[in-house]
């Protein structure tokens, strides 16, 4: 019985072992085929010029500071309002029926596809509320954007607000502390960590969408003035340049960049993290 045992905890583990060499290995697939085939075409010059010819000459000055432009503002609606209803949800309610609604909701608002959000944000945003909005604009893919990735700044946060020991918030209280100023300043910090994780994966998402952002943020190839001009992300930029100018050699570049913003925000997400947990890790 031993013997089988100790079989079934090595089958287990080189399964565990083959799953994992597989996603690292199609990662590494993915970025090398990248990069071999953008960075080529990389120079000083394709970074601060503006594209030409639909994008199939020029360079992807434009559409980088639109995707900086387009996450900033996105973060900006999406992160206080995703932790706020968080917070609310696991420290000023109990677990009821109007909690569990609130949650449905919000897992049903997670699995909508992203064009349906996409078209809902044209007619919405765009058209009805262009007045307020600009139209097509920076602002009005934003709010797009926002509506996508809410819900999981919301249940990742959640989750992470939870994961906080009850004895934080006791020993708070216990001090004096309100109930507010306890959240403020030791529940949050706490649980800072999992919402960075939260954030992160909320720009993973809105920095690779397309499909919602071509009905929305307009895909202009000048610079953006302000959120109410419209814009258009790397993305975008990729998927109109090899769809529509067959120019792949720009589509790869662009992907190469957009590869390496995504790793770049990682890490940066990753070293900040890191400095999160040692500081609450000293705090105890």
């Not at 502390?177 to 960075?196: E, N, Q």
Request: hydrophobic residues 55%; positive net charge; aromatic residues 8%.
């Amino acid at each position: 019985m031993s013997g089988l045992k100790k079989t079934r905890e090595r089958l287990a583990q080189a399964l565990v072992w083959s799953a994992a060499v597989i996603t690292v290995g199609l990662l590494l697939l993915i970025i090398i085929y990248i990069m071999m085939q953008g960075l080529g075409k990389l120079s000083i010059d394709f970074f601060l010029e503006n594209p030409r010819r639909m994008g199939s000459a020029g360079g992807i000055y434009s559409p980088l500071i639109g995707t900086l432009y387009f996450i900033f503002v996105t973060m900006l609606l999406a992160v206080p309002v995703g932790v706020g209803a968080a917070v609310y949800l696991t420290e000023f309610t109990h677990e009821g029926p109007l909690v569990r609604v609130i949650r449905f909701f919000t897992d049903a608002l997670a699995g909508i596809p992203s064009i349906v959000i996409g078209l809902f944000g044209f007619a919405f945003f765009v058209v009805m509320l262009q007045p307020l909005t600009g139209g097509w604009s920076i602002l009005s893919g934003s709010l797009t954007a926002f509506c996508m990735i809410l819900p999981t700044i919301v249940r990742v946060s959640e989750e992470a607000l939870r994961a906080v020991p009850t004895s934080y918030r006791e020993g708070s209280l216990a001090l004096g502390a309100g109930k507010w100023d306890t959240v403020l300043h030791v529940v949050i910090p706490s649980a800072l960590p999992g919402i960075l994780t939260g954030v992160l994966l909320g720009v993973g998402r809105v920095i690779g969408e397309t499909a919602p952002l071509l009905l929305t943020l307009g895909g202009s190839l000048l610079v953006p003035r302000s959120v109410f001009s419209p814009a258009r992300t790397l993305s975008m930029h990729l998927y109109l340049v090899a769809m529509e100018t067959g120019e792949f050699s720009v589509a790869f570049a662009t992907g190469a960049v957009l590869v390496m913003v995504v790793l770049l925000l990682n890490l940066a997400g990753y070293c900040l993290l890191q400095r999160l947990m040692g500081r609450v890790g000293g705090n105890r």
